[in-house]
């Protein structure tokens, strides 16, 4: 989440506002990061922010997807499992 936000940042051009959502539901934790700028410029190829995100979230057995926002902008979902708790021991 932290990397989507820099990117926010450093790529969103006109952006005038980002939002941040967290939710946790059934042991997952899920997350939006979405802006209001003009999303993805044409012809314009970045590093690999995206997909070492992607890696490492899945790598904890996630998801992500990250692109254009109907309407414009552009958004990052993601969702990641929380680790398993060992019951207590009596």
């Known amino acids: ?3 989507s936000l820099t ?3 450093r790529h969103a051009t006109h952006a005038g506002s980002v939002s941040v959502a967290v939710s946790e539901v059934d042991r997952t934790v899920t997350f939006l990061v979405a802006d209001d700028g ?14 070492g995100m992607r ?4 790598a904890l057995g996630g998801t992500l997807s990250a ?3 109907p309407g414009g902008g552009w958004q990052v979902h993601g ?3 929380l680790p398993g708790r ?5």
């Open 55 to 58: 890696e490492r979230v899945e």
């Open 38 to 51: 003009d999303g993805a410029l044409p012809g314009v190829h970045g590093g690999y922010g995206i997909a």
């Open 86 to 90: 060992d019951p207590v021991a009596r």
């Open 1 to 3: 989440m932290q990397e």
């Open 7 to 9: 990117n926010v940042a």
């Open 79 to 81: 969702s990641l499992p």
């Open 67 to 69: 692109g254009p926002r």
